[in-house]
C-alpha cells in the first residue's frame, strides 16, 4: 500500500474544517488585507465549513466539492467564485503537506450561471452641476471636483499629494492608495472598538494602476489655490 511504500502520509483525525479554518488563520489571513480578509472569512465560515461539517481531510472527493459549488453557485456566483478560489488554496496546502495524495478538484470548472445584475444610478449631467455649484467654495469642494473628474479609485483620491500634480503637463500621477493598516480580523475589531483604526500608505496594486491621469485646467486653479492654503496655514 502507499502507507507502507512511504510515499502517503495518512492522518484520518484532521478534518476539512480543522485544516481549513487553521491554514486560514495562520496562512491565508496574515498577507490579506482587512476587506480581502472578510470576503474570504465570509466564504469559509459561511459556506465551506457548514457544508463539510466534520468530514474528514481525506475523504474529501469530487462529487462533494461540486455540490458546494453548485448550492453557493445558486446564491451568487460571484462568492462561488471566491469559494472555488480557497478550496483550490486548501487543497494546494494539504497536497503540500502530504495530507493528501491528489487534487479531488483537478479542472474543476463552476456550472455556468446566470451573470448577477446590479443596477447602478448615476448623477445626470444636470445632477453634477447642481453639485459641483453647491460644493463651490466649500471645504470640499476640491474632493467633489476631483472625484467627479479624474475618475480614480477612492483610495487612490486620498493617496493623492500635492507634489504628484504636474501643472506644466496638465496631468496627476497616481502612485499610492490610502487605506487601513493590515489588521488582522480580532485587531480591526478592537481597534473599532477603541477608535484607534489607522490609515495607511500603499502602492497601487497593478503596474497598469500606476498612471497620470489628464486633469482640467479648472481643477487644477482648485488644486493650486488649496496647496496655497496648506503651505500659508
Not at 21 to 36: I, K, Q, R
Not at 82 to 98: F, G, R
Not at 150 to 166: I, Q
Amino acid at each position: 500500500s502507499l502507507v507502507i511504500l512511504g510515499q502517503f502520509n495518512p492522518n484520518d483525525r484532521i478534518t476539512v474544517v480543522d485544516f481549513a479554518v487553521n491554514w486560514f488563520e495562520n496562512t491565508c489571513a496574515p498577507s490579506l488585507a482587512y476587506s480581502s480578509q472578510k470576503t474570504y472569512a465570509n466564504a469559509l465560515y459561511n459556506y465551506i465549513i457548514p457544508h463539510f461539517g466534520k468530514t474528514k481531510l481525506q475523504t474529501i472527493n469530487r462529487a462533494s466539492i461540486v455540490r458546494l459549488l453548485n448550492s453557493v453557485s445558486k446564491k451568487s456566483p460571484s462568492v462561488a467564485k471566491i469559494v472555488k478560489t480557497i478550496m483550490n488554496a486548501i487543497i494546494e496546502a494539504a497536497i503540500e503537506e502530504k495530507l493528501l495524495l491528489r487534487d479531488p478538484s483537478y479542472k474543476l470548472r463552476l456550472s455556468a450561471q446566470p451573470t448577477e445584475r446590479h443596477d447602478r444610478i448615476s448623477m445626470t449631467v444636470e445632477e453634477v452641476g447642481r453639485l459641483l455649484e453647491a460644493a463651490k467654495g466649500s471645504s470640499i469642494e476640491l474632493e467633489i471636483l476631483m472625484a467627479y473628474s479624474l475618475g480614480v479609485r477612492k483610495g487612490e483620491l486620498l493617496g493623492l499629494k500635492f507634489s504628484d500634480v504636474d501643472y506644466k503637463n496638465k496631468q496627476i500621477r497616481v502612485q499610492r492608495t490610502l487605506g487601513r493598516d493590515n489588521y488582522d480580523l480580532d485587531e480591526y475589531e478592537k481597534r473599532r472598538s477603541d477608535k484607534t483604526l489607522t490609515k495607511a500608505e500603499k502602492n497601487v496594486k497593478t503596474e497598469t494602476s500606476n498612471r497620470f491621469v489628464p486633469v482640467s485646467q479648472i481643477t487644477l486653479d482648485v488644486i493650486r489655490k488649496r496647496e496655497i492654503q496648506c503651505i500659508a496655514n
